[in-house]
């Protein structure tokens, strides 16, 4: 049925009548041509978007590796994970190397297939070797990284989860670092802190071995960062009889103190 792959512009209403039937028969081309119309509003068809993903649907259906993947995106984005993973997969035997993230997504999270990270890693290896999505894929890859560890110590493979995790060298991943090597508790916080982590800034504060100006520090820095924890002693630290006796800030921080606890008890009453 080739003949209906190319357009008549003489007679463009017969045409598309022709290349409907030839699609609804079966041809793959056909359907990737009509597709093509209503997407760009070609030969008589005004454009249309649900017709096109429509034409997108069948010609997956016929075999067209690209569509496949196409629909794959579409169903995951409607919620239908079983559907998008076999067609995801689909695409990705027929050699569309991209669908190697959607895969990987969906071993990581469990989404119409079991989980299963070490496949999850293996697909974000291969989606990293095609570049296919680069900021999604890395976000992914920390996440799938930190549920191996926490699996790993689960099964009682600490060195092996303290490896995977110094591998990964972020904020979240130091601060984790800190509670499972006890013995390098204090330089995996000060990692943490220096990446901006809040939680890892009130951790060391309230350490021992660092000085009494280092925990201020590291104290008046997560206060400042949000950490809700750090706002009280800090304000003790800045009152009366304090070592560093400053009204305005203790009253700044008692302030913190008094709203937050405003707030949270307008959330228990919500």
Not at 185 to 200: I, K, S, T, V
Not at 239 to 245: L, N, S, V, Y
Request: charged fraction near 25%; proline fraction near 4%.
């Amino acid at each position: 049925m080739a003949e209906h792959t190319q357009p008549r512009t003489q007679n463009p209403d017969p045409w598309i009548r022709q290349l409907q039937h030839a699609s609804r028969a079966g041809d793959l081309n056909s359907t990737l041509t009509l597709r093509q119309c209503y997407l760009e509003g070609r030969q008589g068809l005004q454009a249309d978007p649900q017709q096109a993903l429509r034409c997108t649907m069948l010609a997956a259906s016929q075999g067209d590796p690209r569509s496949m993947y196409h629909t794959a995106v579409v169903e995951y984005a409607q919620g239908q994970f079983e559907s998008s993973f076999r067609w995801m997969m689909c695409s990705w035997r027929a050699g569309i190397l991209e669908a190697s993230f959607g895969l990987a997504r969906a071993y990581a999270r469990g989404q119409g297939t079991g989980k299963d990270l070490d496949k999850a890693l293996e697909y974000l290896e291969e989606a990293r070797e095609c570049q296919a999505e680069p900021e999604q894929r890395e976000k992914l890859f920390v996440q799938v990284m930190e549920q191996k560890a926490a699996q790993l110590v689960r099964q009682g493979e600490l060195q092996q989860a303290i490896s995977l995790l110094q591998q990964l060298h972020t904020a979240d991943s130091c601060l984790q670092l800190a509670w499972l090597d006890p013995a390098n508790r204090l330089h995996y916080l000060q990692e943490a802190a220096d990446m901006g982590n809040a939680r890892a800034m009130y951790a060391l504060a309230r350490s021992t071995g660092i000085s009494s100006r280092e925990a201020f520090e590291q104290l008046r820095n997560a206060a400042k960062a949000g950490c809700v924890q750090a706002w009280a002693p800090l304000a003790r630290l800045y009152g009366p009889c304090q070592a560093r006796d400053c009204p305005v800030q203790y009253r700044r921080w008692q302030q913190s103190v008094r709203e937050g606890r405003e707030l949270s008890l307008r959330e228990y009453e919500l």
